[in-house]
């Protein structure tokens, strides 16, 4: 490893201009005559838009239009799509409802837009919008999950009776029915993964520009895939050819999923801009955000494990039933299915497992893809599963794990996953050495001593990241290829260009993807940038989600690299008269082995771009391009346990410990990996103990701001202690997998198990707050 | 409207603002410092944190009128030219930061909890202070190393003056 190459803890070369207040976000951008967007919103959750009066409004000062549903549908600006289809157990495809922009009838929750006034200021739009009156004709609304599909409900679209948009299935059914007959004991476990506001620090924003003279449109846009919107923008919205619309997602403070998706206000304010003739800005505000990103989670299951005389599983058998809002977002569907229930084997031996999920409609805010995204459900339930079947087998839960964990290498799980590689016994050792398992009770006694409730709980977790091959998600009903673009420029004095499909927005991409590059060529990553987020610059990639960014953005990197070196030392050879086998890269120069012969990368690459003294027939130049496709998924796993005390008295929670052991396989940067972590933790742990969206009876979002949707804060969180054990993943040249989520998916049964195991009491739902911990403490 | 004069980074400015406008979209619409954010709508988050007459300010709950007179201290003006303050410097190195949009507010009020406490923080202290600061990204584990780490530097920088 090099100073600055693969394995250095460098600090980040994008910090200088976020801490010195130089970061450029969407919301920084102003160009000259630009238009400020306002949307008026529904404030009911299912009503029906009989009227819409903006005279009022449009003789208010600095009013420039009042734009409505209706018209963005006259406009033939397309319905909003979901791009993965599923197939229902009866082979019907999915039933999906209308989404348009705007609503110009129907409106099916609160903050669904009706309407947006176009204004000079973002005061005088809000005025005006104040004075846009909407005639509604309140309809009932349902705001669960239960509710909607009892007979008789209300239905949210004509498309899908009883609510339902799928009832699938995978896994097989008569197996595992055959699993429980012979079965010693059954272990059984209902819960509820509750739904979740991800909540980036920066609100979505957009400004759209239309140039009338080309017929060209510009979005700068709060966005994790800039070229999967323009792709979307395109093909299904009819905003503008993709030649004639350029999207740059400039800095993006934080996504966590919620901005992969092409949301309305992307789209009303392109189409805007070529209405008004100006530019048209939309910032959100966090009311807003809290309103329209698309939610995460958000699951009702049951779940029933069979296990032998020895303790060994025979099945699982899971029914869950999710909550997919009033729409369905971008990549819903593949979330409580692919995502899912295919991580249902977890890091255990099942010989059989059938899962169905029901898909329902309700009138309350689109949910889609959060940190983890169906597989912190899946761990939820598994981890929660196992610690429930150990009491009730009374076997220590360690040991319970131990005895059913995948020892073997590759693995087919009867639910489609194949894991390459993996040492779950490693991770779990090293977490139990961490905390100290063994002293636990020990610790537990003294603490009962003075007066509080001290519980441990383990999580070992499996993720898949890096979703691949895109023939196989293509076959699963994926919209979309899922590989990985990258380019690399070597400019004619040797610094280095590297343009890539994914999509920075906190992970340190910049730093990371410099050091591969250092690693390969020897130079320091001062001499590298790393270019992203700009359709114009960067050739079309899928960008940054699933934790793919590393596993499947730096392999594509990788590849091209492969490339660069391989001409870099025909042009070494030429010049040096020696033969190609014999050059090597070492620190920034191509050497001729056994000699003291070299010659520098500025020279090689200076000699590509002079095109003077090249072997014959070579092009001028020194760019690669490499298209890179996965032959697997990832599999990041590893053992996270919590150590905490309870207050009968309060019911309130504090930690005394969190261990995480991960393996992510190589880890190029460990400090950006660990911080990674640190942030998934932090989620898990607020999905545990205070996050949750509360809708009322009505769909009223009751946790519609940072006063009543309890965010975690610094005092609500406890250092944290990482460790990490290494399988390299063999199906990537990086031999890395990813690790981004894992945090997320592994901490909140840790966190649970822990509280259950303290208050000896496993009817316990997320958020554990203090109340709900108290009541079950007391009955 | 009206014409609030203030001193924002050292320099004397007046700007007409309608009166309705508060100090942060004065800093960022009227004399464009972009680096203060805004990351709610309920005084919440902290991402807009400044100093106003040397102590901590969401910019968000003030009026610019409020801010007249007053010398206000935004993140661009944090740094001595290229020399970064130490907390600045804490944050890069501890990766106390990952999107970096609460970034400027959390830096802001760290210098500020620096100030208060003196070299007398502890762990629980910056978290407890921290409560007025959102950050989704890094669960706070780095921030906390940072502010720690700064209260030390700020400590020998003071001693070297």
């Known amino acids: 490893m090099g100073v600055e190459g693969i394995g250095a803890s460098v600090v980040r070369k994008e910090d200088r201009r976020f ?223 993709e030649h004639k619309l350029r999207v740059i997602a400039p800095d993006v403070g934080g996504g966590f999923g919620s901005k992969i998706y092409i949301y309305p206000e992307e789209m009303v304010a392109l189409w805007a801009s070529k209405k008004v003739g100006r530019p048209v800005k939309w910032t959100g505000d966090r009311s807003e955000a809290f309103l329209t990103d698309a939610h995460g989670r958000d699951h009702i299951s049951k779940a029933e494990m069979a296990f032998d005389k020895d303790n060994k599983i025979l099945g699982l058998r899971v029914k869950t039933h999710a909550n997919f809002g009033a729409y369905m977002s971008l990549f819903s569907s593949a979330v409580p299915t692919y995502l899912y229930a295919t991580l249902l084997s977890g890091q255990y031996v099942i010989p059989a497992i059938y899962a169905e999920v029901v898909a329902v409609y309700t009138n309350t805010t689109p949910v889609d893809a959060y940190r983890g995204a169906g597989r912190p459900e899946a761990s939820y339930l598994l981890e929660r599963m196992m610690e429930t079947a150990a009491r009730q087998l009374k076997v220590d839960p360690a040991e319970l794990r131990k005895t059913n964990f995948i020892t073997q290498f590759p693995y087919q799980t009867p639910v489609i996953m194949a894991y390459d590689i993996g040492n779950f016994h490693a991770s779990i050792d090293a977490a139990m050495k961490a905390i100290d398992y063994a002293g636990f009770p020990a610790r537990k006694a003294k603490a009962k001593a003075d007066g509080k409730l001290r519980g441990i709980g383990l999580s070992c977790y499996i993720e898949a990241c890096g979703i691949a091959p895109s023939k196989a998600v293509g076959s699963l009903g994926a919209g979309v290829g899922l590989w990985e673009s990258a380019e690399i420029r070597v400019n004619p004095v040797g610094t280095i260009e590297v343009l890539t499909g994914t999509h920075s927005h906190g992970q340190g991409h910049e730093t990371a993807f410099a050091q591969i590059i250092s690693e390969r060529l020897g130079v320091p990553i001062s001499q590298v940038s790393i270019v992203h987020g700009d359709t114009d610059k960067v050739q079309f990639g899928m960008g940054t989600y699933g934790s793919r960014s590393i596993a499947v953005g730096g392999a594509a990197i990788v590849k091209a690299m492969e490339k660069v070196e391989a001409k870099a030392k025909k042009i070494a050879a030429h010049a040096l008269e020696a033969s190609e086998s014999d050059i090597v890269i070492e620190n920034g120069e191509f050497k001729v082995t056994g000699t003291d012969k070299s010659i520098a990368l500025p020279m090689v690459a200076l000699a590509a771009y002079t095109a003077h003294n090249l072997p014959d027939g070579m092009e001028p130049g020194l760019k690669e391009t490499a298209f890179y496709d996965p032959t697997n998924f990832t599999f990041p796993a590893g053992a996270y346990i919590c150590e905490l005390e309870v207050d009968p008295g309060t019911g309130k929670t504090s930690f005394v410990n969190f261990v995480a052991a991960d393996d992510f396989g190589r880890l190029i940067n460990p400090m950006i990996v660990e911080g990674q972590v640190h942030g998934g933790l932090a989620q898990g742990i607020g999905q545990a103990l205070l996050e949750g969206v509360v809708y009322d009876g009505t769909g009223q979002l009751v946790t519609a701001s940072f006063m009543d949707y309890s965010m975690p804060r610094a005092d609500d969180l406890p250092s944290f202690k990482l460790s990490h054990t290494t399988t390299l993943c063999p199906g990537n040249p990086l031999g890395v997998k990813g690790c981004g989520e894992a945090g997320a998916i592994g901490a909140s049964a840790a966190v649970i198990n822990a509280i259950t195991d303290a208050i000896g009491n496993n009817k316990l739902e997320m958020p554990a707050t203090p109340d709900r911990v108290w009541h079950a403490i007391h009955g | 409207m009206s014409t609030v004069k203030l001193t924002v980074n050292g ?151």
């Open chain 1, 19 to 241: 801490i010195t207040g130089k970061g450029r976000y969407v919301d920084d951008v102003k160009l000259v005559g630009m238009t400020y967007a306002h949307f008026i919103r529904s404030p009911h959750a299912h009503a029906k838009v009989k009227g819409i009066d903006s005279s009022a409004a449009l003789k208010m000062p600095g009013v420039v239009a009042v734009l409505t549903g209706q018209q963005i549908v006259d406009d033939k600006v397309g319905n909003l799509i979901c791009g993965w289809a599923i197939t229902s157990k009866d082979g019907s495809p999915m039933k999906m409802g209308a989404w348009p922009a705007m609503a110009p009838e129907t409106v099916r929750f609160v903050g669904q837009a009706v309407a947006v006034v176009i204004a000079d200021t973002k005061n005088l739009a809000k005025d005006a919008a104040e004075a846009v009156v909407v005639d509604y004709e309140e309809l009932p609304a349902v705001a669960d999950v239960r509710s909607a599909i009892k007979p008789g409900a209300v239905q949210l679209h004509p498309e899908a009776p009883g609510n339902i948009i799928y009832d699938w299935h995978i896994g097989d059914e008569a197996a595992t029915k055959d699993a429980f007959s012979k079965a010693a004991n059954v272990v059984t476990l209902e819960l509820t993964n509750n739904r979740l506001v991800p909540n980036a620090m920066e609100p979505r924003a957009a400004v759209a520009d239309y140039d009338a003279a080309e017929e060209h449109y510009t979005l700068w846009t709060t966005s994790q895939n800039p070229h999967v919107a323009r792709l979307v923008l395109s093909a299904f919205y009819n905003i503008a050819p």
């Open chain 2, 11 to 161: 320099r004397a400015v007046s700007v007409d603002v309608e009166d309705r406008t508060l100090l942060v979209h004065l800093l960022r619409e009227n004399l464009n410092l972009t680096g203060t954010h805004v990351g709610c709508d309920t005084s919440q988050c902290g991402a807009c944190v400044v100093h106003v007459d040397g102590r901590a300010v969401k910019s968000c709950t003030m009026l610019a009128g409020q801010a007249a007179g007053c010398n206000v201290t935004t993140i661009e003006g944090l740094a001595k030219g290229d020399e970064l303050h130490p907390m600045q410097a804490a944050f890069r190195d501890n990766h106390g930061l990952q999107c970096g949009y609460c970034t400027p507010g959390m830096i802001m009020s760290a210098v500020d909890i620096v100030h208060r406490h003196g070299g007398k923080l502890d762990e629980e202290t910056v978290r407890q202070e921290l409560e007025g600061n959102i950050c989704r990204c890094t669960g706070y584990h780095n921030i906390v190393k940072a502010v720690l780490d700064a209260a030390g530097r700020m400590k020998v920088a003071q001693a070297a003056e």
